[in-house]
């Protein structure tokens, strides 16, 4: 498929889907009550090694910016919170090595690492991480039915994302991956819900992009006091 070139207005996300999906309470049920045991890759351990020894000499509370492609945002939640540090993860090198610094202004309470959320949510949470943020900004909406379990909430991970703790910030331009989430939460015992989301300044490259193009943009904020 040809690449769409960056000045393309993005599409709003079209699904074969009509509401929440039909199998989210079985899916979701059946993640919290099996562990997910799928064997660690070498690579994501190191990486979330590499995340720890970089902690442990700022013992500061945690955010994490999960899915944080170029790390544009985990770079404005550090300037935003100073006091915190801030941990940008994905998988994408190549996003990763998109990363900007203005280098008039030295912003170090941050760490971009490559790994897969698959394994660092779940190491973390075995670590006994708790986080103060937890931020999941855009993640790959997988708006076919037959896709639910690549998404955070249908995928056997999201057990850890709830060890993790923290107040979690979801932002999708498709309403039902949030009221999906929202849902999933629900089912976890937590009261979350969707609101509409307009950005008075935009942190990410996808924001932008949603934003530019006057799409509507969701939020699930939540905060999960206690781990499961
Ligand atoms: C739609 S982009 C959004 C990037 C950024 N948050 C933004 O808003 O501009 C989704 C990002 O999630 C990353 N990603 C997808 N699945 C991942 C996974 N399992 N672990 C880590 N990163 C993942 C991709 O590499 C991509 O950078």
């Known amino acids: 498929m040809k690449k769409r070139s960056d000045n393309t207005p993005p599409r709003p996300v079209t699904s074969n889907q009509t509401g929440i999906h039909p199998n989210l309470v079985t899916t979701v049920t059946k993640h919290l009550r099996h562990r997910f045991q799928k064997?660690?890759?070498?690579h994501n351990i190191d990486a979330f090694k590499k995340a720890c020894t970089?902690?442990?000499?700022?013992?500061?509370p945690i955010i994490l910016d999960s899915f944080c492609g170029t790390g544009e945002s985990s770079r404005q939640?550090?300037?935003q919170f100073p006091n915190a540090v801030v941990i940008g993860v994905d998988k994408s090198a190549a996003r990763l090595q998109r990363h900007q610094v203005a280098h008039d202004e030295i912003i170090d309470n941050y760490l971009l690492v490559r790994a897969d959320v698959d394994d660092f949510w779940r190491l973390a949470a075995e670590a006994s991480w708790q986080?103060?943020?937890?931020?999941?900004?855009?993640?790959?909406?997988w708006p076919k039915s037959a896709q639910l379990q690549y998404r955070v909430h249908g995928s056997a991970v999201f057990p850890a994302l709830l060890q993790l703790g923290g107040t979690v910030t979801l932002r999708?331009?498709?309403?039902?991956?949030?009221?999906?989430?929202?849902?999933?939460?629900?089912?976890?015992?937590?009261?979350a819900h969707t609101a509409a989301y307009l950005p008075t300044i935009t942190i990410t490259a996808f924001e932008r992009k949603y934003h530019l193009a006057e799409q509507a943009l969701w939020e699930c904020r939540y905060s999960i006091r206690s781990s499961t």
Do not use: C, M
């Open 39 to 42: 064997p660690y890759a070498d």
């Open 54 to 60: 970089w902690i442990a000499e700022r013992p500061n």
């Open 77 to 79: 939640l550090a300037r």
């Open 131 to 141: 986080l103060q943020q937890h931020y999941l900004l855009y993640p790959n909406p």
């Open 172 to 191: 999708s331009n498709w309403k039902l991956y949030v009221d999906e989430f929202t849902a999933a939460l629900n089912l976890a015992g937590h009261s």
